[in-house]
């Protein structure tokens, strides 16, 4: 039975270019780049240029872009650091990614309080609630720019301002973000943006912490001087030119990728709807990532149908891979006003350029199969209850 791989949010396959790239600088550029010898400048220019090709992708200054072991250690790095040694209100969204989440409460351990600024149906920001909020009180604000379960893309440019007028800096989550939608830092008026490389088809291990010019940041990792003394620890040069490379390729095939992404989504959508009616996609319809489907089943337990779709040779999940050990309806649906049977019947479904028409209309035949087996069983469980 061919397997077909619908958690692309979680991870994404390395591209060949990628792949090749590591392998090659894995050889070529194996030296410590802090190194003061011939072999140590060779990787260390891999690593500039590296950084240089990120950075025009993303229209940031190559100097404002940290390399990191990947998107959690970049959260986290962006939170703590940029939180002022005061304690204060953090704000955030209440769906937000357990890296920040747990960074957050890391620093509420420490005694600042977390305020939650309101999201509607759709998961987007209520903005009528930014003008309420304390911002006298506020030292951070960080807010997800386009959801890892839901798809939902938030605008960030209104709480963006309202940071700005009151001095406040603000860390925007573009894990999922990057590499699925164009992300221009020098526009977004933020103070720092986290990404990380196996999100967009590059390697796993490597991710950036995007840092606005002149933002001060207290580093987290002691004990080297690289990354310009804001992360301690020897980068590793083969990954960060794997993840340029994976970024210049999506830069090249943007539109297409987005159009071919889109598309398997809604063809998708289009086919869980008519065969395992009645379903709910969960999230804004209009503002979200082309890749992204949250789809719930009422009267079907989304533990009990992610098993029997891995059994069915069906790869999707019940949201973020990092908090796959709860068995807690996610926040963000639970925040968007699910009732927790249905947040708790939600599965997520998440598309990538490698997959084909062939390949969904094959999955939407084997989820069918399973919603209405699953939902048969219910039924036959509620009479002989």
Same mark, same amino acid.
């Given at each position: 039975?061919?397997?077909?791989?619908?958690?692309?949010?979680?991870?994404?396959?390395?591209?060949?270019?990628?792949?090749?790239?590591?392998?090659?600088?894995?050889?070529?550029?194996?030296?410590?780049?802090?190194?003061?010898?011939?072999? =140590?400048?060779?990787?260390?220019?891999?690593?500039?240029?590296?950084?240089?090709?990120?950075?025009?992708?993303?229209?940031?200054?190559?100097?404002?872009?940290?390399?990191?072991? =990947?998107?959690?250690?970049?959260?986290?790095? *962006?939170?703590?650091?940029?939180?002022?040694?005061?304690?204060?209100?953090?704000? @955030?969204?209440?769906?937000?990614?357990?890296?920040?989440?747990?960074?957050?409460?890391?620093?509420?351990?420490?005694?600042?309080?977390?305020?939650?600024?309101?999201?509607?149906?759709?998961?987007?920001?209520?903005?009528?609630?930014?003008?309420?909020? #304390?911002?006298?009180?506020?030292?951070?604000?960080?807010?997800?720019?386009?959801?890892?379960?839901?798809?939902?893309?938030?605008?960030?440019?209104?709480?963006?301002?309202?940071?700005?007028?009151?001095?406040?800096?603000?860390?925007?989550?573009?894990?999922?973000?990057?590499?699925?939608?164009?992300?221009?830092?020098?526009?977004?008026?933020?103070?720092?943006?986290?990404?990380?490389?196996?999100?967009?088809?590059?390697?796993?291990?490597?991710?950036?912490?995007?840092?606005?010019?002149?933002?001060?940041?207290?580093?987290?990792?002691?004990? =080297?001087?690289?990354?310009?003394?804001?992360?301690?620890?020897?980068?590793?040069? *083969?990954?960060?030119?794997?993840?340029?490379?994976?970024?210049?390729?999506?830069?090249?095939?943007?539109?297409?990728?987005?159009?071919?992404?889109?598309?398997?989504?809604?063809?998708?959508?289009?086919?869980?709807?008519?065969?395992?009616?009645?379903?709910?996609?969960?999230?804004?319809?209009?503002?979200?990532?082309?890749?992204?489907?949250?789809?719930?089943?009422?009267?079907?337990?989304?533990?009990?149908?992610?098993?029997?779709?891995?059994?069915?040779?069906?790869?999707?999940? @019940?949201?973020?891979?990092?908090?796959?050990?709860?068995?807690?309806? *996610?926040?963000?649906?639970?925040?968007?006003?699910?009732? #927790?049977?249905?947040?708790?019947?939600?599965?997520?479904?998440?598309?990538?350029?490698?997959?084909?028409?062939?390949?969904?209309?094959?999955?939407?035949?084997?989820?069918?199969?399973?919603?209405?087996?699953?939902?048969?069983?219910?039924?036959?469980?509620?009479?002989?209850?």
């Amino acid at each position: 039975m061919q397997r077909i791989f619908l958690d692309n949010n979680s991870t994404t396959r390395p591209l060949p270019e990628v792949i090749e790239a590591i392998s090659v600088h894995s050889r070529a550029s194996f030296a410590n780049p802090g190194s003061r010898h011939a072999e =140590g400048r060779v990787a260390r220019r891999a690593l500039e240029d590296a950084r240089e090709r990120i950075a025009a992708v993303l229209g940031a200054r190559p100097g404002e872009v940290i390399f990191t072991s =990947g998107g959690t250690e970049a959260i986290n790095l *962006a939170i703590l650091g940029l939180a002022k040694e005061s304690p204060g209100k953090i704000l @955030l969204t209440p769906g937000e990614h357990s890296a920040t989440r747990e960074a957050c409460r890391q620093l509420e351990r420490h005694g600042s309080r977390l305020c939650f600024v309101e999201i509607d149906s759709d998961g987007r920001i209520l903005l009528d609630r930014l003008e309420g909020l #304390p911002w006298n009180e506020i030292k951070l604000a960080t807010v997800i720019l386009a959801h890892n379960e839901t798809g939902v893309v938030q605008d960030i440019s209104p709480l963006a301002a309202r940071c700005e007028a009151h001095g406040v800096p603000l860390h925007v989550d573009g894990v999922q973000a990057v590499g699925k939608m164009a992300v221009d830092f020098q526009r977004l008026p933020v103070a720092a943006l986290s990404l990380g490389a196996h999100k967009f088809h590059g390697p796993l291990g490597i991710g950036a912490l995007l840092l606005r010019e002149g933002t001060r940041l207290r580093p987290r990792q002691f004990g =080297g001087h690289q990354e310009s003394d804001r992360r301690a620890g020897t980068e590793s040069v *083969a990954l960060a030119v794997g993840m340029a490379a994976a970024l210049e390729r999506w830069q090249l095939k943007r539109e297409q990728w987005t159009a071919q992404r889109q598309r398997l989504r809604d063809r998708l959508e289009d086919g869980l709807t008519s065969g395992c009616a009645p379903i709910v996609v969960n999230g804004s319809r209009e503002f979200r990532l082309p890749n992204t489907l949250s789809v719930a089943f009422p009267g079907v337990d989304g533990e009990a149908l992610l098993v029997a779709l891995d059994l069915a040779g069906i790869a999707c999940s @019940l949201g973020s891979a990092c908090a796959s050990g709860s068995t807690e309806p *996610a926040p963000i649906l639970i925040a968007m006003g699910l009732s #927790p049977e249905l947040a708790s019947s939600s599965v997520r479904f998440s598309v990538s350029i490698e997959n084909t028409p062939e390949e969904i209309d094959e999955a939407i035949r084997r989820i069918v199969q399973c919603v209405s087996r699953l939902r048969s069983s219910h039924v036959q469980t509620a009479v002989h209850g």
